[in-house]
């Protein structure tokens, strides 16, 4: 594995990961919206980042339409499909940072074998290229009380 933290290097090693839709769940996980959005309005260079470490995919300012057409040809290489999605996990223990306090539902994601990490924010999550939409994997609802 490459230079992944250590919460990520967790994720692929149990093919799950976790989320709470209240607070990431714009239900968007088209991959040029998705990035789109990171890298456009919220500025997140996370994302270029990692690709170039990982990928070797060189991000310019004022290149951006050009790099989004890269990392498409190698998600869509490396996923062996025209349709990637996009979504952003993180492990069960760091998922209760964005629960509220009391009573929480947050979902577990099984992840497919050929998952693609495109981000890794540490215990914040990482950002998955999948080849499946998210509402067709494995997911599981689980219960966690939360005391602030």
């Not at 760091?94 to 947050?106: A, L, P």
Request: charged residues 30%; glycine residues 4%.
């Amino acid at each position: 594995m490459s230079n992944y933290s250590t919460e990520l290097s967790k994720i692929l090693q149990n093919k799950q990961g976790y989320r709470i839709e209240s607070y990431s769940g714009s239900g968007i996980c088209d991959v040029e919206e998705v990035i789109r959005f990171e890298m456009g309005e919220l500025e997140n260079r996370d994302i270029s980042n990692f690709c170039q470490m990982e990928y070797n995919l060189i991000f310019e300012e004022d290149a951006f339409e050009e790099w989004l057409r890269a990392l498409l040809v190698v998600l869509r290489a490396k996923l062996n499909t025209d349709n990637v999605f996009l979504l952003w996990l993180t492990r069960k223990e760091d998922v209760s940072f964005y629960c509220d306090e009391g009573t929480n539902w947050i979902l577990r994601y099984t992840l497919p074998e050929n998952a693609i990490p495109i981000s890794d924010l540490g215990s914040e999550g990482a950002l998955f290229a999948l080849d499946t939409h998210p509402d067709f994997l494995d997911i599981q609802v689980e219960e966690v009380h939360i005391e602030k």
